[in-house]
C-alpha cells in the first residue's frame, strides 16, 4: 500500500521552497543522533510560518470553504487556549496547582485536529490536550482538578465524548482501538482519535493499538504530536525513522503535517477521520510541531537543550502566522484582536477564581466508587476510618 | 408436581468444568448482545483447553473473537470496548502469559470507576486458567492471583465446581465490575452436576463444602478437592475438618472464616501460590486479629515455596499435596 504521505511528499517537494529549507535543517538535526537517518521527508503545509497560504492539491479540498469567520474561530480558540495555559503555569507557581503540563507551541496541532472532530467523534487524549479539551467544551477549569490534587480527572467523559487524561504514556492508543471496534460493531458511521507523542510511540501499547486496529480495520486516527522532545530525550532517542513511516509497516497510511500549520492540521485530521468513517481504517497523522516549555512544570529544559532551537521553533509559532494571514488576506480588523485580548484576561480570571474556590475533597471521598458494586473489604474499612475520625473529642478528626 | 420435577431434572446436567463455563458463556451470548468474548485462538479452535469450543461457529467472528498475540492489546481493546457499552469476556491463555497485560489491569482497568467519580463502568471479565499439576512447561502453572488481589479496583474469583464455574461465570459477567476469573486448569475436566435454572448464591460469599468440628481448612480453586480429601484421611485418624471454598479471594469473606474458626479453633490456609505475601497471609492475620481468643494454635498456611515454579518433574513437591496439609493439620493440633 502506498501511503498518504509518500504521495504528499512528492508533491509537496516541488511545491514550495521553505519547506525544502526546512527539511535540510531537520535532516542535519537528526543525522546528529542517528547517523543511518535519512533527509527528513517533506510534511503538508497550507500555511507558511510568515503566514503565507501555500497550495496543497490534496488537501486544499479540506479547507476550501473555510469562511474568515472559522479562521477567527480557530485562531480565537488557539489564543485562549494559550492563555488558558500560561494562567494554569502561573498558578502553579503561585501554589494553587501542584503541577502543570502545559502545551505552548502545540495550539495549531491540538485546535486543528479538535475543530476536525465531530460531536459523535470520540477523543482519547494525554495529559496535555488542553486545547483539544477546549474544542470539545470541557470546560478548562475542569482540567485543573487533577493538577490541584483534588481528583483525578472527574468530568463526565460521554457529555463531551471526551475521555479522562491518561498519564501511562501510550495506553489510550488502545484504549481508543477498542472503543473504535466497538464502533465498527455498531455500525456507526463515528470515529475516534488517540493523542499521544513521540515518547509514546515507543511504548508496546501503541505498536499494539495500530496492530489490533489495522487486522480489525478499526476507525481510528492516531494522532502524534512529535514535540521533538520526551521530557529530556531527543526524537531520535525514540525513533531511527520519521514516525508516520511506522503506518506502512502495519498496512494503513501515514502523513505527517506541520504541526504548527493549523489548516494543515484540520485538513489532514479531516481525511483522516472521513477515512475511518467510510469504514478505511486506521491513519497515523505525525502532526511536527515543538514543546515550547518545559515538559511539565517540575522540568528544567536547560539541562539538556539550547536556546537556539527554542529560538528557530519561535519563528514558527502557530498562532503568529495565522494572525499574519488574517491581517493580509481577510477583513480581520485591529478591533477583533483586542476584543479577543479582552475575553483572553477574563478566561484568564475566570480560571484563577475557580481554582481558588475549589473545595477540598471530603475525606471519605477517597473510599467512594472503587467498585461499581461494592466491595466488603471498602466498606469495612470506611467504617474503620469513620470510627477513628469519631474518635477525637470535637468530632473534627485529624 | 410431576411436570415440575421432569423439568427440573432436565435442567441439570452433568458437566466437567470446562464444559459448563463453555455452557455459561454461550448462556451470557444469547441473552445479552452486548458480551463478546475475546482472546488467542478463542475461534476456531475453541481455545487451547476448548473452553470456547463452538463459540464462534454459533455467534460469528463479531461476537467471539481471535485476537493478535498481544495480552496488554486484549485487554486493552477490551477496556475500550467496554468504554462503548460492550462486556468483553477475555481470555488470557495461561496464567504465565497475564503480564504483558497487567499494566493495563493495574492502571487503567482498576482505576478507571474511581478516578471517574464513578461516571465509567467497565465491566471486562479476563479468564485465566491457572495452577499447576498438569506437567506444563514454565509459565503454564503458575497462580497470580495474590498480585491482583492487591489492586483496589478487581474482583478475583475462582470456582472449585462445576455448578460454580457455571453461576459465577454468569455472575461475573453480569458484574458492572472488573472480574478476574481464574479457571482451576487441572480440574477442567472434573464432573459436576449444574442446574441451570437453580438461583444461585452471591458472588462473593464462601461455602462450607464439609462441616467439622476441630480445624477449618481454608482454600479456593484447585485446592478445595484436595482439602477434602485431606479431611477424609483425618476423619479416618479421628479429627474433623471443615473445609471451607472461599471462591472470592476479592472480596474475601472473612466473616464465613472467622464464623468457621470460631467453632473449631485452628486454621489452616492452602493455596497454590507461593506463601510468601500470599491471600493465607491476609487471611492469617485479620483472623488473629477477629479470632485471638478462639485460637488453639496459630493460623498455618500451605503453598507454594518462594521459588519460581519448577519444572514439571519437581512440581509435586512444590505444590501443596495430600501430607504436606496432612503435616500442617498435625502441626496445628500439636500446640
Known amino acids: 500500500m502506498e501511503s498518504t504521505a509518500a504521495r504528499t511528499q512528492r508533491r509537496s517537494a516541488a511545491s514550495g521552497k521553505a519547506g525544502a529549507s526546512r527539511g535540510r535543517t531537520a535532516a542535519k538535526k537528526a543525522a546528529k543522533g542517528a547517523d543511518t537517518a535519512t533527509a527528513e521527508p517533506e510534511l503538508v503545509q497550507l500555511l507558511t510560518p510568515e503566514g503565507r ?346 | 408436581m410431576a411436570v415440575e420435577s421432569v423439568k427440573a431434572r432436565e435442567s441439570v446436567k452433568n458437566l466437567a468444568i470446562a464444559k459448563a463455563i463453555n455452557e455459561s458463556l454461550r448462556k451470557a451470548l444469547e441473552t445479552d448482545p452486548k458480551v463478546v468474548v475475546m482472546g488467542e485462538d478463542v475461534g476456531k479452535l475453541g481455545g487451547v483447553f476448548r473452553v470456547t469450543d463452538g463459540l464462534q461457529k454459533d455467534f460469528g467472528e463479531e461476537r467471539v473473537i481471535d485476537t493478535p498475540l498481544a495480552e496488554s492489546g486484549i485487554v486493552g481493546t477490551a477496556i475500550g470496548m467496554a468504554l462503548r457499552g460492550y462486556r468483553p469476556v477475555v481470555e488470557i491463555q495461561f496464567d504465565g502469559f497475564v503480564f504483558p497485560a497487567y499494566d493495563q489491569i493495574v492502571t487503567q482497568l482498576a482505576k478507571m470507576h474511581a478516578r471517574s467519580l464513578g461516571k465509567i463502568k467497565l465491566p471486562v471479565v479476563i479468564r485465566i486458567p491457572y495452577g499447576g499439576g498438569i506437567g506444563a512447561v514454565e509459565h503454564h502453572s503458575e497462580s497470580p492471583e495474590a498480585l491482583f488481589a492487591h489492586v483496589a479496583g478487581l474482583k478475583i474469583v475462582t470456582p472449585a465446581n462445576a455448578s460454580d464455574a457455571y453461576w459465577m461465570m454468569q455472575q461475573a459477567i453480569e458484574s458492572d465490575d472488573p472480574v478476574i476469573f481464574f479457571e482451576p486448569k487441572r480440574r477442567y475436566w472434573d464432573k459436576g452436576e449444574v442446574d441451570t435454572e437453580a438461583i444461585p448464591g452471591p458472588l462473593h460469599k464462601a461455602q462450607v463444602v464439609r462441616q467439622g468440628t476441630d480445624l477449618t481448612l481454608a482454600a479456593y480453586g484447585p485446592m478445595v478437592k484436595l482439602c477434602q480429601e485431606v479431611a477424609d484421611v483425618a476423619a479416618e485418624e479421628g479429627r474433623s475438618l471443615e473445609v471451607l471454598d472461599l471462591r472470592s479471594v476479592s472480596p474475601l469473606d472473612f466473616d464465613a472464616v472467622q464464623a468457621s474458626v470460631e467453632r473449631t479453633g485452628r486454621l489452616v490456609v492452602v493455596h497454590e501460590a507461593p506463601v510468601f505475601f500470599g491471600s493465607g497471609a491476609e487471611i492469617a492475620a485479620r483472623i488473629t486479629e477477629r479470632c485471638f481468643y478462639h485460637l488453639e494454635a496459630p493460623v498455618l498456611r500451605v503453598g507454594g515455596y518462594h521459588a519460581p515454579y519448577p519444572p514439571a518433574r519437581l512440581e509435586e513437591e512444590y505444590l501443596p499435596s495430600l501430607d504436606r496439609v496432612l503435616d500442617a493439620v498435625d502441626r496445628a493440633f500439636a500446640y
Not at chain 1, 488558558?84 to 503540563?101: H, S
Not at chain 1, 476536525?116 to 478548562?140: I, M, S
Request: proline letters at 4%.
Open chain 1, 53 to 398: 497560504r501555500v497550495s496543497s492539491p490534496e488537501y486544499d479540498a479540506y479547507v476550501a470553504d473555510i469562511t474568515p469567520d472559522e479562521l477567527r474561530g480557530l485562531y480565537r480558540d488557539m489564543v485562549l487556549t494559550r492563555r488558558f495555559d500560561a494562567e494554569a503555569t502561573a498558578l502553579q507557581r503561585q501554589g494553587e496547582l501542584g503541577l502543570w503540563a502545559s502545551l505552548l507551541g502545540q495550539e495549531a496541532a491540538q485546535i486543528g485536529s479538535g475543530r476536525a472532530l465531530r460531536d459523535d467523534d470520540y477523543v482519547f487524549p494525554t495529559y496535555r490536550e488542553h486545547g483539544v479539551a477546549w474544542c470539545r467544551g470541557v470546560d478548562p477549569t475542569n482540567l485543573l482538578g487533577m493538577f490541584r490534587g483534588v481528583n483525578h480527572g472527574g468530568w463526565d467523559p460521554n457529555s463531551n465524548n471526551f475521555h479522562l487524561y491518561t498519564i501511562v504514556i501510550g495506553s489510550q492508543a488502545l484504549h481508543a482501538t477498542g472503543y473504535a471496534m466497538g464502533v465498527a460493531k455498531d455500525g456507526a458511521e463515528s470515529a475516534v482519535i488517540a493523542y499521544f507523542g513521540d515518547g509514546a510511540s515507543s511504548q508496546g501499547d501503541v505498536a499494539e493499538a495500530f496492530t489490533f486496529s489495522a487486522v480489525y480495520n478499526a476507525p481510528v486516527v492516531f494522532f502524534c504530536q512529535n514535540n521533538q522532545w520526551a521530557i529530556s530525550e531527543p526524537t531520535h532517542r525514540q525513533t531511527r525513522v520519521p514516525l508516520y513511516q511506522r503506518a506502512q509497516g502495519y498496512g494503513f497510511p501515514g502523513v505527517r503535517v506541520d504541526g504548527n500549520d493549523v489548516l494543515a492540521c484540520l485538513a489532514v485530521t479531516k481525511q483522516a477521520l472521513e477515512r475511518a468513517r467510510r469504514g478505511e481504517g486506521p491513519t497515523l497523522v505525525e502532526a511536527f510541531t515543538y514543546r515550547m516549555g518545559a515538559h511539565t512544570t517540575s522540568d528544567d529544559p536547560t539541562r539538556y537543550r539550547g536556546d537556539e532551537e527554542r529560538a528557530a521553533w519561535e519563528a514558527k509559532d502557530p498562532i503568529a502566522r495565522l494572525r499574519a494571514y488574517l491581517l493580509a488576506e481577510t477583513d480581520t480588523d485591529e478591533g477583533f484582536f483586542e476584543e479577543l485580548e479582552t475575553e483572553s484576561e477574563a478566561l484568564g480570571r475566570r480560571v484563577r477564581e475557580a481554582v481558588r474556590a475549589m473545595p477540598e475533597p471530603d475525606k471519605f471521598a477517597m473510599f467512594e466508587h472503587t467498585y461499581a458494586d461494592g466491595h466488603a473489604l471498602v466498606d469495612e474499612e470506611r467504617a474503620q476510618f469513620a470510627a477513628y475520625q469519631a474518635s477525637f473529642s470535637d468530632g473534627e478528626g485529624v
